[in-house]
Nanobody, 115 residues
């Protein structure tokens, strides 16, 4: 079955960096567009970054220039390098994959940006 497992969250000071990872299994990873979403307390889930099977990336305006998404098809992982973190980046971050008409989610990893 499809599984997505996020890791790498934690507490970081403003201006700091974190690298999130998502390990995928149960589907043909190299063929699937992958996405990172986040949900802050009391807010709706928002799309942060997308990477297609061909490696094309897109970012939300709020993270453009600070976050970089990448994929390693051999390891079946996607990563989200987050630099210049701000308090407003505090959220639960989720990895997502749309596989055979269903959208799958991991359980998330918590990122807290605070001094």
């Amino acid at each position: 079955q499809v599984q997505l497992v996020e890791s790498g969250g934690g507490l970081v000071q403003p201006g700091g960096s974190l690298r999130l990872s998502c390990a995928a299994s149960g589907f043909t990873f190299s063929s699937v567009t992958m996405r990172w979403y986040r949900q802050a307390p009391g807010k709706e889930r928002e799309l942060v970054a997308t990477i297609t099977s061909g490696g094309t990336t897109n970012y939300a305006d709020s993270v453009k220039g600070r976050f970089t998404m990448s994929r390693d098809n051999a390891k079946k992982t996607v990563s989200l390098q987050m630099n210049s973190l701000k308090p407003e980046d505090t959220a639960m971050y989720y990895c997502s994959a749309y596989v055979e008409i269903m959208n799958y989610w991991g359980k998330g990893t918590l990122v807290t940006v605070s001094s």
